[in-house]
């Protein structure tokens, strides 16, 4: 029997500076930043929006209101104060030339010449500053650097003619540009992110155990029994190869096992093994659109049995079966009973309509009232039909897993059928973060792995000898 818990070795607990709480708080908030990256393919940094009605909102607003306030009364005095202006140009300048790649060496001439804050300070002493010129040039430029999709922000900033506001909305925009160049950046460097991210990940997740020596329970998903065919007894003592299935092969069953449990896991009451932490959310989503599936292909078995071979091959009616079962059942915050017997309804409703226009007779109310039964009873955790459909996507992953690195995909089990397509997009999903989690992983899980397997199969060979 294989411990459920797996302990790494690990010094006693020491006292830790802040210093190295920030260092290693630093390592993993980068570490956590490199995996989003890689495995979520829809990242975008965006801008932070702070609650509506928070104290951090109200001081920013405050500030912000006083510094434009300060600016506009400069720019009314008779002569005008341009301190605060100037400043602003400043800052437009490094924003402007922080978006120019190394061969744009015309337009940082531009944006350097024209921007002068020298001569600009020089033209306020004398009363010969025109701001608005300025601005002008500062939005052309923009329009000429900024991404497509914001070229309607760019033609506002053109409608606006005083001053101040058109100050404030120009920073506004190059807020926007600024984000838009980082993910640029993010997207370019993706590729190149990933074929390192495994090594880097690995290094902060080390780093990190170094510096936190009493954690250490980061293996504890491991099954508490090792595959039936993981170790088994020799065949022949006179060769090796028949005695045991090879250690790296019987690791990667009970790795497989174990990533299985992942979607069965306890969330409010077990802590998420730290390997895993940072896919917690992603493997939850997967666990409930898993959940919502077991649903509607039970309810489509049952609902298939009930009509005979009458509507198996109706076109579309299946999917029309699916989206009932999808609308009642989405979000899973429900009464499962309460919502299972208006699915009963419902699909009751929809078998006989489909019975009708295809010449078949519909369901008296004592059918009826069988097939609104076998729905409901779908709710009990003991139903045989739900933990037979379930078995079937278990196993069908189990194999997905297994097969992961060969082009052909298993096999979809019988009663699958009508839910194939969502299985395999569900099953892409979560094998994508397995192979992911192995390639940072996976030595941690070796050697542990393999020290264990040697102690079973030592102690298997000494009773089959016995014998």
């Known amino acids: 029997s294989l411990p459920f818990l797996i302990y790494v070795a690990a010094s006693p607990p020491r006292p830790v500076s802040i210093e190295e709480l920030m260092e290693t708080a630093k390592g993993v908030t980068n570490m956590a930043l490199a995996h989003e990256i890689v495995v979520n393919g829809d990242f975008q940094i965006k801008p932070a929006e702070l609650p509506e009605h928070s104290l951090e909102k109200k001081v920013r607003d405050i500030v912000h209101k006083a510094f434009w306030d300060c600016l506009e009364a400069q ?48 033209e306020a002493e004398n009363g010969a500053l025109d701001i608005s010129k300025l601005v002008e040039f500062v939005i052309g430029m923009m329009g000429t650097l900024c991404a497509p999709a914001r070229d309607e922000e760019i033609k506002k900033l053109k409608d606006i003619h005083e001053i101040v506001p058109l100050f404030r909305a120009i920073f506004s925009v190059l807020d926007l540009m600024k984000m838009d160049m980082a993910n640029f950046a993010v997207s370019s460097i993706r590729p190149k992110l990933m074929q390192q991210s495994a090594e880097y990940e690995r290094k902060k997740f080390q780093e990190f155990l170094e510096k936190q020596p009493s954690m250490t329970l980061f293996l504890s998903f491991f099954p508490s029994d090792l595959p039936v ?10 060769k090796k190869s028949d005695s045991f299935i090879t250690s790296s092969l019987c690791s990667t069953a009970v790795q ?10 306890d969330h409010v009451n077990r802590p998420f093994p730290e390997t ?12 409930l659109e898993l959940e919502q599936l077991l649903l509607i292909g039970t309810v489509l078995l049952v609902t ?34 309460e919502s299972l017997a208006t699915i009963g309804e419902k699909v009751c409703a929809e078998v006989n309509s489909c019975l009708s226009q295809h010449g078949f007779t519909p369901f008296s109310a004592e059918r009826e009232s069988v097939l609104k ?38 096999a979809i089990p019988g009663g699958l059928g009508p839910i194939q397509r969502e299985l395999e997009e569900i099953a892409v999903k979560y094998v994508r973060l397995v192979n992911y989690n192995k390639m940072v992983f ?15 199969e030592s102690q298997l060979v000494g009773k089959s000898e016995e014998l």
């Not at 002569?79 to 940082?108: M, Q, V, W």
């Open 75 to 122: 720019l009314k005095e008779d002569p005008p104060t341009y301190d605060h202006a100037i400043k602003l140009l400043g800052e437009i300048k490094e924003n402007l030339l922080s978006f120019l790649l190394p061969g744009h060496t015309r337009l940082r001439s531009q944006i350097t010449e024209v921007l002068d804050l020298d001569l600009i300070k020089q």
């Open 229 to 238: 065919n993981c170790v088994s007894l020799p065949v022949d003592h006179e």
């Open 256 to 265: 497989n096992q174990a990533y299985l449990k992942l979607l069965k896991w």
């Open 276 to 287: 895993v932490l940072m896919d917690q959310t992603r493997f939850q989503e997967i666990q």
């Open 304 to 337: 298939f049995s009930a009509a005979g071979s009458a509507l198996v091959d109706v076109p579309g009616f299946a999917e029309k079966i699916k989206t009932i079962v999808k609308v009642l059942l989405s979000g899973m915050s429900f009464n499962l009973k």
């Open 373 to 410: 039964g076998q729905i409901q009873a779908v709710a009990s955790p003991d139903n045989t039909i739900c933990k037979l459909i379930d078995s079937r996507i278990q196993k069908f992953l189990e194999n997905y897993l297994a097969s992961s690195h060969q082009k052909s995909l298993p």
């Open 442 to 456: 996976s030595p941690y899980y070796d050697a542990v792995l393999g020290k264990i397997l040697t102690k079973e």
